[in-house]
C-alpha cells in the first residue's frame, strides 16, 4: 500500500500477494469443496509499540481491488504480522514479593465503541460468510466487548443472500445500504463505517420490523434508530419485497458542519485534489453539494484520499479558514495574535486563534508568541486580545480570501514593560500602503492602552491578503471586513 504505487498497482496488490504464494486466485474461483480465505491486516503491537502506520493497512483491506476478491471468496482472516505477546516485568519493586508480571497479550484498537472498526472497514459492502479471528494459544483481546458482541451478533444475523445496493433515493446518511430477499423475508443492512454515532430512521410502509440485533419488534411509519460508530445493523421484514425499505440518517449537527467543511477545505486546495482521483473528488463534491456528510466522511477515510491528505492537511487549521469565510459573509473575521485558543469577546464576538500559515489556510510566518497574563487594559470590548502578542523583527500574516476589497483593523497596545516609557517601534504594510515608525505608546497614549490602525478598501488580487510587519514588531489582533 505504498504511498508512491499508482491506484492500480494497489488494487492488484492483495491479487499479486497470492500470486506470490503460488495461490493464483483465479485458480481457486469457483472450486466446490476448496474455500480459500483471504488474509486481512491487523496492527501488531510488539515491544511496546506499533509496528506499521495505520493507512497502508486500511488501503490494504478496503481498496476497490480486495473489496472485489472479498465478493468471490467471502471468507477473512484478520491476521496479525507478529506475535502481540510482551512480558510484563516489575522490577521497579525491588522488595516486592514477585519480581514479574504475567505475559500480557495487547492489540492496537479502538476503544469501547471504536473497538470493531476494521471489521466494519473490510466488510462494509460485502458481506463475509466467515471471519477467523483467533490464535492457537487464545489470545483473544477482551477491549471493547460490547461492540465485538453486537458485531459478531449482525454477522450471525445476517442470512447468505444476495445483498445489493439500495437506490440514493431509498437510502441517505449510512456507509452502506443495501437490501435482500430468502423465501418471503426482505432483509435490511445498514453499516456505520465512521466514528461517530447516527440518528435516523427506517421505514417500511409501516410494516412491523425485526431488529434481529437487539432482538425486538419495531413498529411505526418511521421508524427512529440509532446506530453506534462502526456498527452493523440487520432487520427484516415478512412477506414484503424489499423495495418497501428506506432510510435517513445524519451526524448530530455539529460534527455534520465539521465533515462538510473538511470537504470544502479539500476541494478549494486545487494542488490537493489534483492528486486525489477523479471519480472521488466527483464523490467529494456530490456528497458536499447533497449535504451527506456520513458518505464524505467515508471518502475522506479512504485511502486515496486520506493518504494524500496525511501529513499534508492540517483538518484544524481548515476548520478555521472556513469558519474565517463564514465570519466575513455576516461581518467582520477576527483573529486574536498569539492566542492558540478561540475567544468571545465582552460584545459576543468571536476571534479566532493565530496559527501558522500552511499555503492554504489563515496563519503567520515567523511570529513569536507572548503572553503577559491577566494584564489589565481600559477602553476596549476586547481586553483579552492585548494580553498576547505576536512579537519578532518580521512577521507575515497570509490569507486567502476571495478577490475584492475588504477593510483592515490592527490591533496593537504596548504591554511589555521594559517599553514603558520609550514603546517600540514597527511598520506594516498591507497591499500597497506601508505606516512606518508606529509606536504604540504614542499612538495609544500611553502603556497598556489600546490602538487600532486601520486601512480602508485593500485591494485582494491572486486570492491572498498579505500582511507584512517588520522592526520591533508586536501585534495582538486582526479584524477583516469584506466592504460591500
Known sequence: MAKSATPEQRDNALRKAYESQNL???????????NLILSNHKQTFTGGKSSADFLPMHGWNTNSG?????????????????????????????????????????????????????????????????????????????????????????LYATPIADFQAMPDNKCFGVSAAQTATTNDTAWLRLVNATPYPLTGWIAADGKPVEDMVYDQ????????????????????????KPEIFSCRFAF?????????????AVLQQK????????????????????????????????????????????????????????QLETGRARINCACDKEYTDLKGNLWLPDQSFNGSCYGNEFANFADRGDLSLEGTSCPE????????????????LPD????????????????????????????????????????????????????????????????????GVGLNGIEIENVK
Open 404 to 471: 475584492g476589497k475588504y477593510n483592515v483593523y490592527v490591533h496593537i497596545a504596548e504591554t511589555y514593560p521594559p517599553n514603558k516609557k520609550q514603546g517600540r517601534v514597527f511598520s506594516v504594510k498591507i497591499g500597497n500602503d506601508a505606516r512606518k515608525d508606529i509606536n504604540p505608546v504614542i499612538k495609544a497614549g500611553g502603556f497598556a492602552r489600546p490602538y487600532v490602525e486601520v486601512w480602508k478598501n485593500v485591494t485582494v488580487k491572486n486570492g491572498i491578503l498579505s500582511i507584512e510587519a517588520w522592526g
Open 66 to 154: 480486495t473489496t472485489k476478491m472479498t465478493k468471490k471468496f467471502p471468507r477473512l482472516y484478520p491476521c496479525l504480522d507478529g506475535l502481540n505477546e510482551i512480558d510484563c516485568p516489575a522490577t521497579a519493586a525491588k522488595n516486592w514479593l514477585w519480581d514479574i508480571t504475567m505475559r500480557g497479550a495487547f492489540v492496537i484498537r479502538g476503544a469501547g465503541d471504536n473497538a470493531a472498526e476494521e471489521f466494519v472497514n473490510m466488510s462494509k459492502t460485502v458481506v463475509p460468510e466467515a471471519i477467523f479471528y483467533a490464535w492457537t494459544d487464545c489470545n483473544w483481546e477482551s477491549a471493547g466487548t460490547e461492540s465485538m458482541r453486537m458485531f459478531c451478533k449482525s
Open 271 to 326: 494542488k490537493l485534489s489534483r492528486k486525489i482521483p477523479a471519480q472521488l473528488v466527483d464523490k467529494i463534491k456530490r456528497y458536499t453539494q447533497d449535504c451527506d456528510a456520513v458518505k464524505l466522511q467515508n471518502i475522506l477515510d479512504d485511502f486515496e484520499v486520506a493518504t494524500h491528505l496525511q501529513g499534508v492537511f492540517d483538518k484544524t487549521a481548515a476548520l478555521r479558514q472556513q469558519k474565517l469565510f463564514k
Open 217 to 240: 419488534t419495531l413498529n411505526g411509519q418511521q421508524i427512529a434508530v440509532t446506530m453506534k460508530p462502526y456498527s452493523v445493523r440487520i432487520f427484516k421484514c415478512v412477506n414484503v
Open 252 to 264: 448530530s449537527k455539529k460534527i455534520e458542519d465539521e465533515v462538510l467543511v473538511l470537504g470544502k
Open 385 to 400: 486580545i492585548y494580553q498576547t502578542e505576536a512579537y519578532s523583527k518580521q512577521i507575515f500574516y497570509h490569507f486567502p
Open 24 to 34: 493464483p486466485l483465479d485458480l481457486y474461483e469457483g472450486l466446490p469443496g476448496i
